[in-house]
């Protein structure tokens, strides 16, 4: 589990390596979560406001599941570090199984393209 502060905000990530399978259950009440592979398993990373670059927490262009399990708004995930590129929102209490099925664009789709996570956009 490591525990980083940045610009005054926690910022929380856990599980990153490749020990055992995380499941919906990891990602606590109030964060929102970014897992390795579908159907929310593998390595994961999460934050209750945000992560700026997630290729600090070794989950660049990683994530394929999401889960927003937030208590108030949407998260909203982004193709590039600091908000920048396509993006991506899922209202509270939403999970994506398989970003393979997220069209980011015509020909590409967000399966391992996620670099940062804001909440409350
Ligand atoms: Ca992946």
């Given at each position: 589990?490591?525990?980083?502060?940045?610009?005054?905000?926690?910022?929380?990530?856990?599980?990153?390596?490749?020990?055992?399978?995380?499941?919906?259950?990891?990602?606590?009440?109030?964060?929102?979560?970014?897992?390795?592979?579908?159907?929310?398993?593998?390595?994961?990373?999460?934050?209750?406001?945000y992560i700026s670059y997630l290729g600090n927490f070794?989950?660049?262009?990683?994530?394929?599941?999401?889960?927003?399990?937030?208590?108030?708004?949407?998260?909203?995930?982004?193709?590039?570090?600091?908000?920048?590129?396509?993006?991506?929102?899922?209202?509270?209490g939403y999970v994506i199984?398989?970003?393979?099925?997220?069209?980011?664009?015509?020909?590409?789709?967000?399966?391992?393209?996620?670099?940062?996570?804001?909440?409350?956009?």
């Amino acid at each position: 589990m490591i525990v980083a502060m940045a610009a005054g905000l926690c910022v929380l990530v856990g599980g990153t390596t490749t020990a055992s399978a995380a499941s919906l259950s990891d990602c606590g009440s109030g964060y929102a979560c970014l897992y390795d592979y579908k159907g929310h398993s593998g390595s994961y990373a999460k934050f209750h406001s945000y992560i700026s670059y997630l290729g600090n927490f070794n989950m660049d262009n990683k994530a394929t599941s999401l889960y927003n399990n937030g208590n108030n708004c949407t998260a909203s995930f982004y193709q590039l570090s600091s908000k920048r590129g396509y993006r991506l929102d899922l209202q509270k209490g939403y999970v994506i199984y398989n970003l393979a099925n997220t069209r980011m664009t015509s020909s590409k789709t967000w399966n391992n393209r996620i670099t940062s996570g804001y909440y409350c956009q």
